[in-house]
């Protein structure tokens, strides 16, 4: 009964947050229009670099289906270290401490929310443009795979982003933090190009990182045309998940302990 | 029997640690980023009181003196460095969600609402959050709606409502899951004087109809006088006065106004104690020091000169007292 109870807790953040996505739609249309944009420009750079005859070790239709799904898993994961830095410098933190819900369950709950709206648009757009710029789908049986994983994806990097987000109880700013790990998470993750395409010694640091299992992972079902190994996948996303569960976590406990209300 | 209090505080003390940067060229900035100097500031100081249930009291200091600080960690969201804090009965730092249930909070400068979303939402949000079952819910709502005239503006996004509905709103939200206690930051500020008497009467209503206590802070001297009936005063995180309004004024008030309306145009006072504060035609506002005279003798005074009219005499303003109290701790502190 308790546990029913202090789900729908977090169901009602998640759903405020999706209406405040429905009712927000410029943010979503102009990732739409990014999307497509960017789909467009790497369509044709791969294109004309098999034209080129250069190895890419891939079929163009592949490596554009592949970037689809990536930046699909990037654009739908809501940026919530904005939102969590804003609210700890104004101080309005202090209205959500007091409610008797924890506070950064309900913010990974609106962050769903969000992505709730999100990833379903974002991830036709993927498919749409993807199909416009190649003409040819790929098998639907490990496409179909990409969305359950993609959205354990997407939700694994706005836990890392509500990390960071924790991280404004100490700096002033969490954006150099949030680049950094951003640009991790866009080399080790493989948004562009697929792992396999690494260096080995790249391919052996990635994989000690979370970040594969962000991008490269849900994508590569379609470089690979096959549903194997989703187990492994989703196994590795869920121990990742732990993980990052953990240090959000740890941060907040720390925070609490030491927290100091701007403002008065 | 007398009841349990519904807050009760002793020797708080609550300190934070501040960075403060040394001042100087690359090699200071370099030794800020890795060893970063703090200064640890003490925000309240073996504060202590209590408050028995449905007691309205003022919570009153200048800027920094620890008031806020003080309702954190009565809300349970900042943790106290020494001292005993209970607020109905529970330990807020360690009982934090279970206190939750039974208080509620304002931040004047806060929001708890949705600024996108029409207040409904924010509404039915904490319903869910405080776990109030449907029917009860839309029972609270209803009367809250009804007794803070939320109707019109129940379906509006926040972000487009006034300043003062808006505080209605904050209000009603934290009143939604019916607390025994509402701990009050600053309720009416930015407020105009119509929203302002507004807020202090709702505030005064629900305390008085449904028991609830209410701490509230304020630099606002109308929100003490209005809603509240005991003032506790606090100053560099210390107390400094506690007890009913009355008194405070009793024992700091050292003036009084005194205004003449007289037969005669104009009146010449010339008495120890007694200053000129405005003189108009048949009108004059006098300042009385009450250690050298009393009103009684100016009104002889004045009663020799000419018949009077009418009269009044208020006390100095509430404002007038608590600088007074402020000042006398301030020479206090500088001579220690």
Known sequence: ?264 | MRAAPAVEITDLCKAFHVRRPRPGGFVARVQNFFRPHTQTVTAVDRLSFSIAPGERVAFVGPNGAGKSTTLKVLAGILQPDAGSVRVLGLEPARQRRELAFRVGTVFGQRSQLWYQLPPRDTFALLGRVYEIAGTEHRRRLDALTAAFGLGPILDTPVRQLSLGERMRCEIAASLLHAPRILFLDEPTIGLDVSAKAVIRELLHTESAQNGVTLLLTSHDTGDIERVCERVIVIHRGRLLWDGPIAHLRRRYLTTKRLTVWSEAERLELQLPGVRVVSSDAFRTELEVALDVASVGQVIDAALAQSPVRDLAVEDAPLDAVIRALYAEAEAGSSES
């Not at chain 1, 004309?48 to 490596?63: F, K, S, T």
């Not at chain 1, 240090?247 to 907040?252: D, G, L, M, Q």
Request: proline fraction near 6%.
């Open chain 1, 1 to 264: 009964m308790r546990t029913a109870s202090a789900v729908s807790k977090y169901i009602a953040f998640a759903r405020v947050a999706t209406a405040l996505a429905r009712r927000d739609r410029g943010e979503l249309y102009g990732r739409m229009l990014f999307f497509a944009v960017i789909l467009g420009v790497f369509s044709s750079l791969w294109r004309a670099v098999a034209e080129a005859g250069m190895p890419i070790a891939a079929d163009p239709r592949l490596l554009v289906w592949y970037l689809a799904t990536t930046e699909w898993i990037i654009l739908s994961a809501p940026p919530v270290h904005a939102e969590l830095q804003e609210s700890i410098r104004r101080g309005d933190v202090v209205c959500r401490l007091g409610r008797p819900v924890s506070y950064v369950g309900a913010a990974f709950a609106e962050a769903l929310g969000l992505l709730a709206v999100r990833a379903p648009v974002l991830a036709a757009t993927a498919w749409a443009c993807a199909f416009a710029f190649t003409g040819w789908i790929p098998p639907l049986a490990p496409l179909a795979l990409t969305l359950p994983l993609g959205f354990a994806a997407a939700a694994l990097i706005a836990a890392m982003y509500l990390w960071i987000g924790l991280l404004a109880f100490w700096l002033e700013d969490v954006s150099p933090v949030f680049w950094v790990v951003q640009k991790l998470l866009f080399v080790f993750g493989g948004l562009m190009l697929p792992i396999e395409l690494y260096p080995r010694a790249m391919q052996i640091a990635a994989a000690w990182t979370p970040f594969p299992v962000m991008l490269a992972g849900p994508a590569s079902f379609v470089l690979r045309q096959s549903a194997a190994d989703s187990l492994t996948l989703a196994l590795e996303q869920a121990a990742w998940g732990g993980g990052i569960a953990f240090a959000v976590w740890w941060a907040f406990r720390r925070a609490s302990a030491t927290l100091t209300i701007n403002g008065g």
